[in-house]
């Protein structure tokens, strides 16, 4: 099962407050323990989303928005893509985590990916072989 981890937004991650070297060499650590153990597949610290922006599709038109964004609770400031054998062994993981937001509390959405069996008949064979396809080029990159 893949899972996407989300670390939550802080006012301090949203302010653009960098980690301390301690953090940063604990973070690395951990990373380098979930790519040892086949765990990690990927993931990046998100700069604020004042530097970001969202787009929004209505009325069959696209229109885009400067951050920064005010519900600091709802943004997302790093994530990883985890591939684990259950939710379990992904809150094991967690467990092992240092605080990626020190000094206050820190929040993490675990959510699975949908895999193909998930979408039913409606996933037909030409959109499977589409789909392996596609995700064969795109682990090359």
Avoid at 17 to 34: Q, R
Avoid at 38 to 61: C, E, V, W, Y
Avoid at 114 to 124: I, L, R
């Amino acid at each position: 099962m893949k899972f996407m981890i989300m670390i939550k937004a802080t006012k301090d991650s949203e302010a653009g407050v960098m980690p301390t070297e301690e953090l940063i060499a604990d973070m690395m650590n951990y990373n380098e323990d979930l790519v040892n153990a086949g765990i990690m597949l990927g993931g990046d610290g998100l700069q604020p989303s004042s530097k970001g922006a969202r787009a929004k599709f209505s009325n069959g038109t696209w229109t885009f928005t400067d951050g920064p964004f005010p519900e600091t609770k709802e943004l997302v400031a790093g994530y990883w893509l985890w591939q684990c054998k259950s939710k379990e062994e992904a809150f094991e993981w967690i467990n092992r985590m240092p605080n990626p937001m020190p000094d206050t509390e820190s929040e993490v959405e675990i959510r699975p990916l949908y895999e193909a069996d998930d979408f039913g008949e409606e996933f037909t064979p030409e959109l499977r072989e589409k789909w392996e396809r596609v995700n064969a080029k795109t682990e090359k990159n």
